[in-house]
C-alpha cells in the first residue's frame, strides 16, 4: 500500500509499481479501512468513494480523527505540502460539528482534529477557537484532542478553553530545528525565542501538559555545532515526546537544491543522538506522573490480557485485565 503526500501527488506512477495494490492520497486517509478491507478482495489499485464515509468495525471505535483544514500558504524549504495541497482551506465549522456529533454517536470517545495548518483554521469568521467553543458546547464529546499548532498560534485566549477537561492537556508544537540559523533556513515562521515563549504560556495555563514535537536532522548545512545546539534546546524543552526524522529531500522543494547537503552517515549518527535525547525525555516526562491518577482511554488489547491505552496527556499505559476495557475511560493509578 501507498499512502500519503506523493500518494496523491503520484497516484499513476505508484499504481505501475509491483507488489502496490493500494494507492491511497493523504486526503483519503478516513477511508483507509475500508480501502484496505477492498483491495484485500481486488488486484488493481483502488480510490474511495467520494463524500461517503464507512464506519469503522465497533472494536475500533476509541480514537478518531475529523480533518478540519488543509493545505498551506506559508511553504517551508524543505516541505512539499503546498505543491500537494495547495492554498489553505477550511472546512464549514456546521459540517465539522456534525462529523464530531456523528464519531460520537458511533461510539468514538476522543476526537481529533487535523489538518495541515489547525492553528489557522479559518471558516466564515469562526477562527479555531470559536470552533473549538462550539464543538464543546455543540456536541458531548468526552475527549477532544488538537493535532498540530504553531508557537504564534498559541495565546492565553486559546489556552483559557482548556479550562474544559474535556481539551486534552497536549499540544503538538513542531520544532523542527532547536538552531535558529536552520529555523531560518527552512523558513519556519518563529525562532527557538518564539518557540519558548509559547511553551512557558502553555505550561503556565494548562496542568499536567504534554508538548510533543518534530525534529529533522541533517538538514542541508546543518553543522556539529548547530545540530549540538538543536539537542541542547529540545533538552531544556523537556518534550513528552520528540518525533525524529533524517532530512530527505522532497523534489521540487528549494532544500533539495541547497549546497552542502549531509551525508547519509552523518544523517545516522544524528538521528540516533536525538532518538536517544528523545527517549530519556519521554521517560523523564512519564516519571512525573508515576503515582498519580490520570484518566486513560483504552483502546486495544496487545496481548492475551494486556490492554493498552492513553491518556489525555498522551503517556501510553498498558494494564493486565481479564475484563473488556476496550473504549473505556477510566481513573487509572499510574506505576
Ligand atoms: S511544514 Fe507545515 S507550515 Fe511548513 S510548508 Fe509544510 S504544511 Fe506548511
Known sequence: ????????????????????NLVAGS??????????SDA?????????????????????RTRTFVKVQDGCDTPCSYCIVPLVR????????????AEVGNRVAEG??????????????????????GLLERILAETSVPRLRLSSLQPHEISPDLLSLWADDRLC????LSLQSGSDPILARMRRRYDTTEYEQAVSLIRGSVPDVAITTDIIVGFPGETDEEFEESCRFCQRMEFARIHVFPFSARSCTEAAQMPDQI?????????DTMLALAEESARNFRQRFSGKTMTVLWEQRTGDYIWSGVTGNYIRVF?????????QLMPVKLA
Open 40 to 60: 484485500s478482495h481486488q488486484e488493481r489499485p483502488v480510490a474511495p468513494d467520494k463524500g461517503t464515509r464507512t464506519p469503522s468495525p465497533p472494536a475500533f
Open 86 to 97: 495547495g492554498r489553505e482551506t477550511s472546512l464549514p465549522a456546521s459540517e465539522i460539528i
Open 27 to 36: 486526503n483519503e486517509n478516513k477511508h483507509l479501512l475500508r480501502l484496505i
Open 108 to 129: 468514538y470517545q476522543e476526537v481529533v482534529l487535523t489538518g495541515t495548518k489547525i492553528g489557522t483554521y479559518h471558516n466564515n469568521g469562526i477562527d479555531l477557537k
Open 263 to 271: 551525508d547519509s552517515r552523518t544523517k545516522k549518527i544524528r538521528t
Open 169 to 172: 492537556p497536549h499540544f503538538h
Open 1 to 20: 500500500m501507498a499512502t500519503g503526500c506523493y500518494a496523491r501527488r503520484a497516484r499513476q506512477e505508484l499504481t505501475r509499481i509491483d507488489g502496490v
Open 319 to 327: 494494564t493486565e485485565s481479564k475484563e473488556d476495557l476496550n473504549n
